[in-house]
């Protein structure tokens, strides 16, 4: 029997890597206020320290990719938290902003060293039937890590300034030790396990999250099998490999790799760190009713985010996709009107209606993006990838994703003082826009499917291939087997 609280303990572990991230975006749009009066940093500087962790993340990402197959995926996760709490110990005692700049630069590896593989983790544990619930947790606690900091914002605001920023940025450390408690507890992946020939592990691991003898050996070769032709194609991955890709590997890469950077160039993260700077823009004057009003954000992130934890599994993946960024494109377009609009308002209820538009588009915004966009792409980036190419395609996918993130969050505010902060939105509405149609072309449905099934889906070619042809094919493999 699949002991259930085992495997969502499994993947509850592998995502506090992303409470780490997620806190990190949800503290930095209050802490930054405060670090620019205590430092007297300029607004280049602040745009730099706000966008760089994305960007040297991408470091850590390549590593982790590597030293995932060489080591084993829980190993990787567990270094990538030690390298964050360190980079966090010297950003909360740090006396200048080039000691600072350093401690973000190695909480920047930290993220991306572990954060690049916890999906990849939870998808190879995961059975097929929960598999996209299962990894859409990290999603789930980038909104939480979000949340969180907006609360420490609120909360640490009152202190005075040459601490409150340090105590906001200190708090993140804690997710981090709850990574060492646990770290002993979870297995290692039963898929990582059988690469490195050591069966009967993977034997055990499968028994726990599977359940029944006979599922497991079923599951065990499939696994072998996709071990082997993944051998048989090559000795040893390389990222030579993903460069230079074969025909299905870059089908593969452009869903995976794509659908990365448009969740980042439609403005998500930064909409998170500059919402001060939103709705600044869009007529809120108290600093205090400001830090509410990005609780309420954080709070609506957080919400919907539990709408594709019940349905990603039940209506597919795509289907979520479509009525997230098609949501998204409307919202995005609703706040560039409301701020572009909120100049020209005269009369206090209108200028209240114009800021009431404004926090309700951008709590709009983020509600969509958590019902598809935000989740989906960590689940079809970690399961569309064959075996042995895993890790490494997955690294690849997240780089270019953190990379998106940091140019758009390191171009924010030179972008809003060129062409308005309302006519930003209205360039994240259009890359929103392109989103859908992205979607709809590039990216295949994988639900009810297991990883095995979905590489050889995609090593066929053809994206429409119905559960009844994988069966089919199942059944085809079963018989050469037994003759």
């Known amino acids: 029997m699949v002991d259930r609280k085992f495997l969502f303990f499994c993947a509850t572990f592998a995502s506090l890597n992303f409470i780490l991230l997620g806190y990190d975006i949800g503290v930095m749009s209050g802490a930054i206020l405060y670090i620019h009066k205590d430092l007297h940093i300029t607004e280049v500087q602040q745009e730099i320290f706000v966008g760089c962790l994305s960007v040297i993340s991408l470091i850590g990402g390549l590593i982790g990719g590597p030293t995932s197959d060489s080591i084993g995926r829980k190993w990787t996760m567990g270094i990538g938290a030690i390298i964050f709490q360190a980079g966090a110990v010297v950003m909360t005692f740090a006396p200048s902003f080039p000691v600072l700049m350093f401690g973000r630069l190695v909480t920047g590896?930290?993220?991306?060293?572990?954060?690049?593989?916890?999906?990849?983790?939870?998808?190879?544990?995961?059975?097929?039937?929960?598999?996209?619930?299962?990894?859409?947790?990290?999603?789930?606690?980038?909104?939480?890590?979000?949340?969180?900091?907006?609360?420490?914002?609120?909360?640490?605001?009152?202190?005075?300034?040459h601490y409150n920023w340090r105590i906001m940025l200190g708090v993140g450390i804690l997710p981090s030790v709850l990574i060492g408690i646990t770290f002993y507890k979870i297995p290692e992946s039963?898929?990582?396990?059988?690469?490195?020939?050591?069966?009967?592990?993977?034997?055990?691991?499968?028994?726990?999250?599977?359940?029944?003898?006979?599922?497991?050996?079923?599951?065990?070769?499939?696994?072998?099998?996709?071990?082997?032709?993944?051998?048989?194609?090559?000795?040893?991955?390389?990222y030579r490999e993903l460069l230079f890709p074969s025909p299905a590997v870059r089908r593969m890469l452009v869903a995976g790799c794509g659908i990365m950077i448009f969740q980042q160039i439609t403005g998500t993260d930064a909409t998170v760190y500059y919402s001060p700077t939103i709705f600044k823009s869009a007529g809120i004057?108290?600093?205090?009713?400001?830090?509410?009003?990005?609780?309420?954000v954080g709070f609506t992130k957080t919400m919907f985010i539990l709408v594709p934890l019940f349905y990603i599994d039940k209506v597919g993946r795509k289907?979520?996709?479509?009525?997230?960024?098609?949501?998204?494109?409307?919202?995005?377009?609703?706040?560039?009107?409301?701020?572009?609009?909120?100049?020209?308002?005269?009369?206090?209820?209108?200028?209240?209606?114009?800021?009431?538009?404004?926090?309700?588009?951008?709590?709009?915004?983020?509600a969509f993006f958590s019902v598809g966009m935000g989740p989906i792409?960590?689940?079809?980036?970690?399961?569309?990838f064959p075996l042995r190419l895993r890790a490494k395609a997955t690294a690849l996918g997240q780089v270019g994703g953190r990379v998106s993130?940091?140019?758009?969050?390191?171009?924010?505010?030179?972008?809003?003082?060129?062409m308005s902060v309302a006519g930003v939105f209205f360039l994240f509405s259009g890359l929103s826009a392109l989103a859908v149609v992205f979607a709809k072309v590039c990216v295949p449905e994988t639900k009810?499917?297991?990883?095995?099934?979905?590489?050889?889906?995609?090593?066929?070619?053809d994206q429409k291939l119905d559960q009844a042809d994988v069966e089919s094919v199942k059944t085809k493999q079963e018989m050469e087997s037994k003759s």
């Open 319 to 366: 289907v979520l996709l479509y009525v997230s960024t098609i949501g998204m494109t409307v919202c995005l377009a609703i706040l560039g009107m409301a701020l572009a609009l909120q100049k020209h308002l005269s009369g206090m209820v209108m200028q209240k209606f114009g800021i009431g538009l404004a926090i309700f588009a951008v709590c709009g915004n983020v």
């Open 190 to 238: 039963p898929r990582w396990l059988v690469m490195q020939n050591r069966l009967e592990e993977a034997r055990s691991v499968l028994l726990k999250v599977c359940g029944k003898g006979e599922e497991v050996e079923q599951r065990l070769k499939e696994i072998e099998e996709a071990a082997r032709v993944d051998t048989s194609c090559e000795k040893k991955a390389s």
């Open 109 to 161: 590896v930290g993220i991306g060293f572990g954060g690049t593989i916890s999906a990849v983790y939870i998808a190879e544990v995961s059975p097929a039937v929960s598999r996209g619930t299962l990894v859409s947790l990290p999603e789930i606690c980038i909104n939480i890590g979000i949340l969180l900091g907006y609360i420490s914002n609120f909360a640490f605001s009152g202190l005075p300034q």
């Open 285 to 296: 004057k108290s600093e205090k009713k400001i830090l509410a009003a990005t609780v309420a």
């Open 377 to 384: 792409c960590w689940v079809i980036s970690s399961e569309i």
């Open 448 to 461: 009810g499917k297991t990883l095995e099934e979905i590489e050889m889906m995609l090593r066929g070619g």
């Open 405 to 418: 993130s940091g140019l758009v969050s390191m171009t924010f505010l030179s972008l809003a003082r060129a």
